[in-house]
């Protein structure tokens, strides 16, 4: 399983490489609004998930969900939240299987 430093390169060389990466779409939630951010390359295929709820605590969160194309492996990297707490260390991320 790669470290947390690989995913994070791995994830530059995609945004660096001119990976497709359309406007970001904001829905409209109740309460808030849902942001959806995806982007590709012929290895990787990501998006980035927040939620903003400014009468929740915490108002802001995100995740990123990463699919290495070339063996189908699904990577969760959970995000920060508005109060500021960090993300888990890399060894506690869930790998999930591609629906």
Known sequence: M???RELAEAIRKVLLQGAV???REVLPI???SFLVMP???SEL???KLVTVEPRKTPAVQA???VKRLADGQVFHLPGRSSQGGAPPPFPSWRR???P
């Open 30 to 32: 109740p309460g808030g």
């Open 96 to 98: 999930t299987p591609w």
């Open 39 to 41: 982007a590709a390359d």
């Open 63 to 65: 995740q990123v969900w």
């Open 45 to 47: 295929a990501l998006c």
């Open 2 to 4: 790669p470290t947390y």
């Open 21 to 23: 990466a359309p406007r």
